[in-house]
Nanobody
């Protein structure tokens, strides 16, 4: 089992920044690909970013390229999502997830956090 706890969400004005954190516990953190997903009201989970276990390989969704950056600190068992130039359409509950496959598909991730709300006002 892997337990994931997100933090760092909140209310921010358009153009502002937030950094989300996801602390992991349980099994060996470096074994897992980490992903960030988001879910807006009435919509399905949307891929945001992913990073390999060692941190050498990462990618973002087109909708956040140039604005969001995923990173991880394996010494702290934590993955981060730095979000800059936030837009109202970024408003969603953000989830971190852990899996064994470097995927953009939610079903490929085995463990999920409880989510943290990000609200961007215009």
């Amino acid at each position: 089992q892997v337990q994931l706890v997100e933090s760092g969400g909140g209310l921010v004005q358009a153009g502002g920044s937030l950094r989300l954190s996801c602390a992991a516990s349980g099994r060996t953190f470096t074994n897992y690909v980490m992903g960030w997903f988001r879910q807006a009201p009435g919509k399905e989970h949307e891929f945001v970013a992913r990073i390999s276990g060692g941190g050498a390989w990462l990618s973002n969704a087109d909708s956040v390229k140039g604005r969001f950056t995923i990173s991880r600190d394996n010494a702290k068992n934590t993955v981060y999502l730095q979000m800059n130039s936030l837009k109202p359409e970024d408003t969603a509950v953000y989830y971190c997830a852990a899996g064994l496959v470097l995927s953009t598909t939610p079903v490929q991730y085995d463990y999920w956090g409880q989510g943290t709300q990000v609200t961007v006002s215009s």
